[in-house]
């Protein structure tokens, strides 16, 4: 026997977040020699769970002599490429992926893939929502819940609904989805792409590189983005476009308020006022998910009551409550200006809009036209709203600065009267004053309760 046969291939983990942990859980399951570092603190959470697995790592540094003898280096997302170790490893020519691409090597299931710049959480929460209603074996995972390769190391399943990041999508190899979506795609991240749109758009597009005509792209017709790359850029999958503006023979289109769903001369409708997610970026999200579903051969009744008891996802358009007839609505995942227009464009009542945090280089000018006729009064909720003041100031007659929550759900209680809405829909990351969006978010509802 050759005794190399029996050396362990050595994975080093980089970065112990959700992804990294999941990853030294399936790769230890698989025989691997694992290594975790991470150059910031780990957690307790995540610390026990390296120790009971017997794992090695550690933290507040990377250690060169343990990271560049390595086989395979999984990196956690949140790590750009051009920091020095990584430039090292790949200058060795050690393979750097994502786990994405670590857990696909280990699972057989039917995988649907889900990007976008906006809208993948609700749409990957709606497709695990039909498939699970309609009997099927699935787990949810990637950017939501837990991660793809603890979800494969712990219960394998036979279909994965999966939202992916961009981040993620970068360290793909052979990965490959058999139903890729992408929702839209619009300038965000612009910093780990060189400031370069098209490089953003073509990450995006990483999801069906390896597709082949046995495999599935859906995507938003309506998105000049997607359609003028896709020109260029051809792929192997079958196309199943959806629009809300034209007519589309072989995907989704909304008539006269019917979604229409038409694969291989098979067709599914229902009545878009029945849904129980509101907006028309909704409508969207769900002819997206009930393509994918029609696709794995979900019944169409199923379908339908799925998507009318679906309760949606926390933190984007989220109906708080309602205080002497005035809708408190927390929009706090809406992190870039894009989202936010979504949000203002739902609005159908005089709106008190909570915006700010921390700007992304972000551009308001699209919004214009929906504040100019939708927004009562702007309260900005940030440590510098210089930006936000200076691109609404004259088009709406009420702009106050604030610099906590409990402040700003204060204001807006004065400011709103019947009949009226309260919309947190930031815009911008929330670093400058929280943890996080959901941080955000669950400090306005905490507020919301204290009136």
Same mark, same amino acid.
């Given at each position: 026997?050759n005794?190399k046969?029996?050396?362990?291939k050595?994975? @080093?983990?980089?970065g ?6 999941g990853?030294t ?7 691997f020699?694992?290594?975790?570092s991470d150059k910031?603190?780990?957690?307790d959470?995540? !610390?026990?769970v ?10 507040g540094?990377h ?9 395979l ?17 790949k200058?060795? &020519? ?6 994405i ?10 995988v649907v893939?889900i990007?976008g710049?906006?809208?993948?959480t ?5 497709t ?7 009997g099927?074996?699935v787990?949810?995972a990637g950017?939501?819940?837990?991660s ?6 712990a219960?394998d399943?036979e279909?994965f ?5 961009s981040?993620q ?6 990965f490959k989805p058999h139903?890729?979506?992408?929702t839209?795609i619009?300038?965000?991240?612009l910093?780990?792409?060189?400031? !370069? ?6 990450s995006?597009f990483?999801?069906?590189?390896n ?8 995507y $938003?017709?309506?998105? &000049?983005?997607?359609?003028e790359?896709l020109?260029?850029?051809?792929v192997?999958?079958k196309?199943?476009?959806?629009s ?5 023979e072989?995907?989704?289109?909304? &008539? ?5 769903i038409n694969?291989?001369?098979?067709q599914?409708t ?6 129980a997610?509101?907006?028309k970026?909704?409508i969207?999200n769900?002819?997206a998910a009930?393509t994918?579903?029609?696709l794995?051969?979900i019944? !169409?009744?199923t ?9 949606? @996802?926390?933190?984007r358009l ?12 927390n ?6 200006v894009?989202a936010?227009f979504?949000?203002l $464009?739902s609005?159908t009542v005089?709106?008190?809009w909570?915006?700010g945090?921390q700007?992304k280089g972000?551009?308001?000018?699209p919004l214009?036209p929906l ?15 210089t930006?936000?003041?200076k691109?609404f100031?004259n088009i @709406? ?6 610099t906590?929550m409990d402040?700003?759900?204060r204001?807006?209680y !004065?400011i709103a009267?019947?009949?009226e809405a309260?919309?947190?829909s930031?815009?911008?990351a ?5 943890e996080n969006?959901?941080?955000?978010g669950?400090?306005?509802k ?5 009136l």
């Amino acid at each position: 026997m050759n005794p190399k046969s029996k050396i362990k291939k050595r994975l @080093v983990v980089l970065g112990a977040g959700e992804s990294g942990v999941g990853t030294t859980i399936l790769g230890k399951k698989e025989g691997f020699e694992v290594f975790v570092s991470d150059k910031g603190t780990i957690t307790d959470h995540y !610390k026990n769970v390296l120790i009971n697995f017997e794992i090695e790592w550690e933290e507040g540094q990377h250690t060169e002599a343990k990271i560049l003898n390595a086989d395979l280096v999984m990196k956690s997302p949140g790590i750009p490429d051009t920091v020095p170790l990584v430039k090292k490893l790949k200058e060795k &020519k050690i393979p750097v992926i994502s786990e994405i691409e670590f857990a696909s090597g280990y699972t057989q299931a039917t995988v649907v893939g889900i990007t976008g710049s906006n809208g993948k959480t609700t749409t990957t929460m709606l497709t695990n929502h039909i498939l699970k209603e309609g009997g099927l074996n699935v787990g949810m995972a990637g950017n939501i819940g837990d991660s793809f390769a603890q979800m494969v190391a712990a219960s394998d399943k036979e279909n994965f609904v999966l939202e992916i990041s961009s981040f993620q999508l970068d360290g793909i190899v052979d990965f490959k989805p058999h139903i890729a979506i992408i929702t839209n795609i619009t300038p965000d991240h612009l910093d780990r792409y060189d400031n !370069k749109f098209e490089n953003y758009i073509a990450s995006k597009f990483r999801i069906a590189m390896n597709q082949t005509e046995e495999d599935y792209l859906i995507y $938003d017709a309506d998105d &000049k983005v997607i359609t003028e790359w896709l020109q260029s850029h051809p792929v192997k999958s079958k196309l199943l476009p959806f629009s809300v503006e034209k007519e589309i023979e072989n995907g989704a289109y909304l &008539k006269e308020n019917n979604i229409i769903i038409n694969i291989a001369n098979e067709q599914f409708t229902m009545p878009a006022d029945t849904l129980a997610l509101e907006g028309k970026h909704n409508i969207k999200n769900t002819m997206a998910a009930s393509t994918a579903a029609q696709l794995l051969q979900i019944r !169409k009744q199923t379908i339908r009551e799925s998507l009318e008891n679906f309760h949606g @996802v926390e933190h984007r358009l989220e109906k708080v409550l309602k205080i002497f007839n005035v809708q408190y609505i927390n929009d706090s995942k809406a992190t870039n200006v894009n989202a936010t227009f979504y949000a203002l $464009d739902s609005m159908t009542v005089p709106t008190i809009w909570i915006v700010g945090g921390q700007d992304k280089g972000n551009d308001y000018t699209p919004l214009l036209p929906l504040v100019r006729e939708k927004v009562k009064a702007i309260i900005c909720l940030g440590i510098d709203n210089t930006k936000i003041v200076k691109s609404f100031g004259n088009i @709406v007659d009420l702009v106050v600065e604030t610099t906590d929550m409990d402040e700003a759900v204060r204001m807006a209680y !004065k400011i709103a009267e019947r009949n009226e809405a309260v919309l947190l829909s930031p815009a911008c990351a929330s670093f400058d004053l929280f943890e996080n969006y959901e941080d955000r978010g669950r400090q306005f509802k905490a507020a919301i309760r204290k009136l």
